[in-house]
């Protein structure tokens, strides 16, 4: 079973506008990690906001985190072609599981040139 | 420096067979963590190995069993298949066991389609 959802399930902009994608999780973190994937391929590791944090910037990425709502976004500013993928994000267990990370079911983001 | 590398990439097999799934993590790498992926969903995890034992087992049932060995390549073994089992099986790779201080990274997966 999933532990979150991302909304939207789908998004299309055009490029040069921003993107925002939000997740929602049940149960209490360490840490949420958001990746990207591109169609058919590995996942790759974007960034990671731990549970004392809110905000976390890298590059054109800025992720917040709020733990009372059980929920974070990832914006991706001055998007590009290139950004169109999948983006997951992924919670890890309160009690330290290892690497054992669940994933929400992922926001399909296509940026039009 | 060579990622973590899945083989095969592509494999068809049919009900009730058996299959193996290889998986070589980045050098240095002592976790390698197993997900499966099933077309538009989010990776599911399988199984986590550290130092060659097992850290984690998910939701998945005793046909799936997996191994590492002492060079931290590891193996995804699943019994009996269904057709369920078609996915995306990813494996993914860690510095340490800990997902806080080290983050995943995937191979490509392998694309196991049962019919």
């Known amino acids: 079973s999933q532990q979150g959802e991302e909304d939207p399930q789908a998004l299309s902009i055009q490029e040069g506008e921003n993107a925002t994608m939000n997740c929602s999780y049940k149960?209490?973190?360490?840490?949420l990690q958001w990746y990207r994937q591109n169609s058919g391929r590995g996942l790759v590791h974007l960034i990671l906001?731990?549970?004392?944090?809110r905000e976390k910037h890298s590059g054109r990425l800025r992720v917040t985190l709020d733990t009372s709502k059980k929920s974070s976004s990832l914006l991706i500013t001055a998007s590009r072609a290139a950004d169109t993928a999948s983006y997951f994000c992924?919670?890890?267990?309160?009690?330290?599981?290892?690497?054992?990370?669940?994933f929400g079911g992922g926001t399909r983001l296509m940026v039009k040139p | 420096d060579a990622g973590v590398t899945q083989s095969p990439t592509h494999l068809i097999k049919t009900r009730g067979q058996h299959v193996t799934l290889r998986c070589s993590p980045i050098?240095?790498?002592?976790?390698v963590s197993w997900y499966q992926q099933v077309l538009g969903q989010g990776p599911q995890f399988i199984f986590q190995y550290y130092e060659k034992e097992e850290r984690g087992r998910g939701n998945f049932p005793d046909r799936f069993s997996a191994r590492q060995f002492p060079n931290y390549s590891s193996e995804l073994n699943v019994n009996a298949l269904l057709l369920g089992d078609s996915a995306l099986y990813l494996c993914?790779?860690?510095?340490?066991?800990?997902?806080?201080?080290?983050?995943?990274?995937f191979g490509n997966g392998t694309r196991l389609t049962v019919t």
């Open positions: 993914a790779s860690s510095l340490t066991a800990e997902s806080y201080n080290s983050p995943l990274h």
């Open positions: 149960t209490s973190i360490n840490n």
């Open positions: 906001i731990r549970s004392n944090e």
């Open positions: 992924a919670t890890d267990a309160e009690s330290g599981a290892g690497n054992m990370l669940t």
């Open positions: 050098s240095g790498h002592k976790s």
